[in-house]
Each structure stands twice: as C-alpha cells, then as structure tokens.
C-alpha cells in the first residue's frame, strides 16, 4: 500500500503492506496527504530485513542526554542510519538509502518505537533529497502573526517553545505553526517561505500552512529583555547551526550555503536576549511585526 505526502511543495510516499499496524500511528501525515504520486521526491519502504554490509560511521554518537540519537554510515553506492530515541537506548531502527535520496529502505528493529523511526527516516531523507533545492529543514518554533511566520531559533531546552508560547499568550493574532521542525523554502520569486510540516517534536502541532517568513530570531536567556539585528555572518551562522544536513557532504554543503545566501538576503535575523516572561513577548513584537 502506497501513500503520498506533499511538505513544502515536495512529494514523498510511503509504502508498508496494507495491514501493517503503523498505519494506523501516522495520523499526524493525513493533513499533507494528497492522491498517490507516481514519481514522489523519495519512497520510505518499510522491509522485513535488511543485507549485512560494510558500513563507514561518519556522524553521530555524541547526543547530548535526552536528545534523539542519529548514526550515519557510508555504504556502498549510498547511505545508511540507526535511529535510538535516546543515549542508552537500543537502535530501534535501521535504513539503508540509495545515493540519490530516492528509495529509503527501513526496518524497524522495536515496533514499540515504530513511529519515531518512520519520523526520523521520513525527516533526515527530507532533509538530504532537499538540500540543493532550496529548502531547510530548521530546528525551530513558529508563531503566524498578521500573515508572517516568525520563527524562534535556539538550543534545546533555551526557550524557543517558551517564546512561542508567550507570543500566543500575549500578542493577539499570535497562533502556532509548528514547533519543532519547519521547513523553509526561497520560492522562485526569491521571498522565503515558511511550512508546517507532520514533525513537531513533543507538540502536535501539524498545520498545513505556509507563510512568508518575517524574520528569524534567535533567543539568548537574559536577565534584560532586548532586540537587535545581526550582522550577515551572525545570520548565516544562525542558520548553518539550525538547519538539518550532512555538511561534511560537498554536494549537500554547496546546496544548503546557496540556500543560506538567499534567505539572508531576503529575511532580517535578530538575537532576542530575554526573560521567559511577557515582557519579552513585547520587546520582540513591537520590533518585529514593524518589519
């Protein structure tokens, strides 16, 4: 059984057999689902087993605690990745990737974490098969306010959410766009756009939705509450240090750098250093809704 998925203007599909039980956990795809699509961007196929080969380890390992656990290997003629939700945790699934991005083969190793293997597999080839594109995928939150997406951008656990949350409360018009993981694309007019997409980390938050982008901000805790725009080099390593990619990848690399040049030349980038407090709602909405 075969089911297609439009994010950010680009097609995936899913193939598991019809009766699998983890159809019935993707609830959160149904908003992007669209007729089934003979040539989608790439295909996760979920298999019973997978060859022994020789891999090559060349990220991964590293997680910080609490944080998902991503290992990705070289193989011959492609890529391969194990997925564990945590440090300490046992793999829970595996996939080997052709080189082209195109055909995902994953077997999940703890059916009990069936989804976030799907999720990550669908995520991390997302990210790769996009990334000459146009389009990054960003660890980020979004707020929609008067018809522009302003995303937040931070380590895990600075208070990204926190501030969504606090535009939500406080800015009126303010709603939620996605609070993980959006995904933002330079459209052919050169504006950038911003996407929900069915990934939100531990919010469910799976919009269909997409806006121009007002600005990316990055929060810094602070004991004042203030804003100001970076200069291009702050801007460009915001985004290099918050969107998804292989960038030891030449190929992978020179398509992300691109993107990066584009979206800086068309969307502010600001550092809110600020309280978790409502305060520091306003001093970023009056700067940036003036924009």
């Given at each position: 059984m075969t089911k297609s998925y439009k994010v950010a203007g680009h097609v995936f599909s899913f193939v598991f057999p019809e009766e699998h039980p983890l159809w019935g956990l993707t609830g959160q795809y149904k908003p992007f689902e669209i007729p089934t699509d003979p040539s989608p961007l790439f295909i996760v196929e979920l298999v019973e087993s997978l060859p022994v080969e020789t891999l090559e380890k060349v990220y991964g390992g590293d997680e910080e605690p609490g944080q998902p656990v991503i290992l990705l290997y070289r193989r011959n003629g492609g890529w391969a990745f194990e997925m564990a939700p945590c440090p300490g945790r046992p793999v829970c699934g595996r996939a080997y990737v052709d080189g082209t991005f195109s055909h995902v083969r994953l077997q999940i190793l703890r059916p009990s974490e069936g989804l976030f293997a799907l999720n990550n597999a669908a995520m991390l080839v997302f990210a790769f098969s996009t990334a000459s594109l146009d389009t990054l995928e960003m660890h980020a939150s979004v707020?929609?306010?008067?018809?522009?997406?302003?995303?937040?951008?931070?380590?895990?656990?600075?208070?990204?959410?926190?501030?969504?949350?606090?535009?939500?409360?406080?800015?009126?018009?303010?709603?939620?766009?996605?609070?993980?993981?959006?995904?933002?694309?330079?459209?052919?007019?050169?504006?950038?756009?911003?996407?929900?997409?069915?990934?939100?980390?531990?919010?469910?938050?799976?919009?269909?939705?997409?806006?121009?982008?007002?600005?990316?901000?990055?929060?810094?805790?602070?004991?004042?509450?203030?804003?100001?725009?970076?200069?291009?080099?702050?801007?460009?390593?915001?985004?290099?240090?918050?969107s998804s990619g292989f960038k030891a990848d030449p190929a992978m690399s020179d398509g992300l750098n691109a993107t990066y040049?584009?979206?800086?030349?068309?969307?502010?980038?600001?550092?809110?250093?600020?309280?978790?407090?409502?305060?520091?709602?306003?001093?970023?909405?009056?700067?940036?809704?003036?924009?």
């Open positions: 707020v929609v306010n008067s018809g522009k997406a302003f995303l937040w951008l931070a380590k895990s656990g600075t208070g990204k959410s926190t501030h969504s949350q606090l535009w939500l409360d406080n800015v009126q018009g303010s709603h939620l766009l996605n609070d993980d993981n959006p995904v933002v694309r330079v459209m052919e007019d050169g504006h950038t756009e911003v996407f929900g997409t069915p990934w939100s980390g531990k919010t469910p938050c799976y919009r269909n939705e997409h806006y121009p982008a007002g600005a990316f901000t990055e929060i810094v805790r602070s004991p004042e509450n203030r804003i100001r725009r970076k200069s291009v080099l702050e801007a460009y390593a915001l985004l290099y240090s918050s040049e584009k979206i800086i030349t068309a969307t502010p980038c600001f550092t809110l250093e600020c309280r978790p407090d409502a305060d520091a709602a306003r001093v970023s909405s009056e700067t940036l809704l003036k924009l």
